[in-house]
């Protein structure tokens, strides 16, 4: 019993102890790649799913991610991989945000670098919010319509007579 | 002058993603336009252009339109 009591606290002490230099040295970070087009579109959930994994791996937390989406690139570039040069015009571009140490980082960034699947990757610190900002929508000012106001001027405008309409009643009958 | 872009359209920070929002910022030969013709504050228009050139390493911009 003491033993366990003793593990707890340890585990306490350990997890207090990640708390404070999470907050001391986890920054938020998006990790932008682009994955090559050889990659079949049935494989792409899998090799999403291993990069997520990794990140995690590292301590990350991930707060928001896109799935890779096939893209032609601006440029060719080229990537030499076991001694090959290959040229590439398409690629999966996809980015995940999310927190992590800052000295974690550096081994996500060397473990990246040998990884086969990248054409590219880039990391950037960002901030926690989205950053992607919304379509514009076009002006939302409704165009008041100045005829509904004459009808209603015109309706108070108009003053009943009684004695006239009465007259005008009589001479229908008579008629 | 021409107001800034980013702060009438309430843009705090600018994301290399955002190609069509980049896009107006680069001439016909897909250079980064100059601070006087874009009328965007100092502060923006840095980190304008490192969003560009960002954008730019990853293929979503191109570095020079033939």
Redesign the interface.
């Known amino acids: 019993m003491q033993i366990s009591e003793q593990n707890k606290e340890k585990d306490g002490l350990i997890e207090t102890v990640n708390e404070s230099t999470s907050e001391k040295g986890s920054k938020v970070y998006e990790l932008g790649y682009l994955l090559i087009s050889s990659i079949k579109e049935e494989d792409l959930p899998v090799t999403y799913g291993n990069l997520k994994e990794l990140v995690l791996s590292f301590g990350g937390e991930i707060i928001s991610d896109e799935m890779p989406k096939l893209i032609n690139l601006a440029y060719s570039m080229q990537k030499v991989t076991s001694n090959v040069r290959k040229k590439w015009a398409t690629a999966y571009f996809g980015w995940t945000k999310f927190t992590m140490d800052s000295e974690k980082i550096v081994e996500l960034k060397k473990h990246l670098d040998l990884d086969p699947n990248f054409i590219r990757f880039l990391i950037l610190k960002t901030v926690k919010e989205n950053t992607i900002a919304a379509k514009r929508f076009v002006r939302g000012e409704t165009y008041k319509r100045p005829i509904m106001k004459k009808s209603t001027e015109n309706e108070t405008a108009v003053p009943i007579n009684k004695e006239e309409i009465d007259k005008e009643i009589d001479a229908l009958i008579a008629a | 002058m021409r107001q800034d872009y980013f702060s009438a359209?309430n843009?705090?920070?600018i994301?290399?993603?955002?190609v069509e929002?980049l896009k107006k910022f680069l001439n016909p030969n897909g250079k980064i336009m100059s601070h006087k013709k874009t009328g965007v504050t100092s502060k923006n228009q840095r980190a304008l252009a490192s969003a560009i050139k960002?954008a730019?390493?990853?293929?979503?911009?191109?570095?020079v339109v033939k």
Do not use: A, E
Not at chain 2, 15 to 18: G, I, M, V
Not at chain 2, 56 to 63: A, E, K
């Open positions: 359209n843009i705090k920070f994301d290399y993603k955002d929002i960002h730019r390493f990853m293929g979503l911009l191109p570095f």
